[in-house]
């Protein structure tokens, strides 16, 4: 059924028709609206059997909704930036335990300094912890991929989390196409739990393993993250036939065909750009773009003949790793092992800054003409980092530098001093 619908409450009805038994939540922006509407659902009736379970913290949300998947229920929760980071320690003992958790990251910047806008630090702060992570493109891919995501969750017996923008898709109001109850049962089955606590069978969920077999273990956690390389694109596939319209997979081609310069990322900003590619092919520079809709497990070998007519490769990211770059760029080196051919890292969008059509345009020009450093700050204002450089140097007790860029760029007062 065709809506106009904020993108939370939007997700918040995939959720529903996908039968949850628990939801754990506590709130942060900017997913709070998702659980909102859930509480809602939960507490007039409308969405029933499930206990709707308030805590006292994003960890207890996750430490929840692993007692429930353990004890055989259909669990999801839902937290953004700091709340993943408190959950931590849950995180990866979801994933070890092999417990089929869904969860929403509603994608936000990770502080100091606080910033509640969005880029996707959070969620691939947590990329090694062994979760599948999907990234929507919008709405409706978000709406999409919460349905396949419990289907891939519970095949696999792995937890999944479903990544979208925050406050650019989460808060936005688009068309959505939100599936019924009879399309979503044909294509989610209930739930049948590999492993559960049964006190008529009793068995350890968690037992402590030594170095005897730790290995072996965490091979087989690997294993499972490689069978969901083909799952995934089967389970599109399949999403395909019952709903009528493509989502997910591993990723998704724009304009490839005769490109020379191929831009890879993954998330909304794909929409932008494929404006500004439309305007530039149009005006003849040979350029596509490949979104990566499954970050976790990373689709190396999807990934490959994508790239193979390219010239260069544009990595465009907005998350960065301190010290080192590109998060994204790094993983997309490794598809082009043995390959000579320049991959620019572009970071971009950080904190919330705008990404325009004009200086992504500015940029994929600039690449095609391979007149890019390996790693680019999109829109960064050099002349604020050179007069905080400069301060470092000249002052000792210079203080804090997110104050004093504040201060440069006038949206914080100057102390008066004499």
């Not at 959950?87 to 910033?115: C, D, F, K, Q, W």
């Not at 880029?119 to 396949?148: C, F, K, P």
């Not at 002349?383 to 000249?394: G, T, Y």
Request: proline share 5%.
């Amino acid at each position: 059924m065709l809506k106009q619908i904020e993108g939370s409450r939007a997700v918040a009805e995939a959720v529903a028709l996908c039968r949850p038994e628990v939801i754990c939540a506590y709130p942060i922006t900017p997913q709070t609206h998702i659980v909102e509407d859930l509480g809602v659902r939960v507490k007039s009736g409308r969405l029933q059997p499930c206990e709707f379970i308030n805590v006292e913290s994003e960890f207890a949300a996750l430490s929840v909704a692993i007692g429930s998947a353990a004890a055989g229920a259909r669990s999801y929760t839902a937290t953004a930036s700091q709340g993943l980071l408190y959950m931590a320690e849950a995180v990866y003992n979801a994933s070890g335990l092999g417990l089929p958790i869904v969860m929403t990251v509603g994608n936000r910047a990770i502080g100091a300094p606080i910033n509640i806008w969005n880029d996707q630090t959070d969620s691939m702060s947590m990329r090694d912890a062994g979760w599948i992570q999907l990234y929507a493109e919008s709405n409706q891919e978000a709406v999409d991929l919460h349905i396949q995501a419990f289907r891939i969750a519970e095949a696999i017996s792995l937890p999944v989390m479903v990544c979208m923008d925050g406050f650019i898709l989460t808060h936005a109001y688009e068309r959505v196409d939100v599936p019924n109850q009879e399309q979503t049962d044909k294509f989610l089955p209930a739930f049948e739990p590999r492993q559960v606590l049964d006190p008529a069978a009793p068995k350890s969920i968690g037992a402590m393993v030594g170095p005897e077999a730790f290995t072996e273990v965490r091979y087989l956690a690997h294993h499972k993250q490689m069978q969901a390389l083909s799952f995934i694109p089967e389970i599109a596939e399949e999403f395909k036939a019952v709903f009528g319209r493509e989502a997910g997979g591993l990723v998704a081609t724009y304009a490839i065909d005769d490109a020379e310069t191929v831009v890879v990322t993954l998330g909304s900003v794909i929409g932008t750009m494929q404006e500004v590619i439309d305007d530039m092919r149009s005006e003849g520079l040979r350029i596509g773009a490949v979104s990566i809709r499954a970050f976790r497990p990373f689709p190396l070998a999807a990934l490959q003949p994508t790239l193979e007519n390219a010239k260069r490769v544009v990595v465009f990211e907005k998350c960065l790793a301190v010290g080192l770059g590109g998060i994204l760029a790094s993983n997309v080196r490794m598809a082009l092992r043995g390959r000579a051919m320049p991959v620019y890292s572009v970071i971009g969008g950080l904190g919330g800054r705008p990404i325009t059509q004009s200086s992504l345009r500015r940029l994929f020009t600039k690449a095609s003409n391979d007149d890019l450093e390996g790693l680019h700050f999109l829109d960064l204002n050099k002349d604020v980092v050179n007069r905080a450089l400069e301060r470092e140097e000249s002052i000792r007790r210079s203080g804090s530098i997110a104050e004093n860029i504040l201060r440069d760029i006038g949206l914080v007062a100057a102390a008066k001093t004499t």
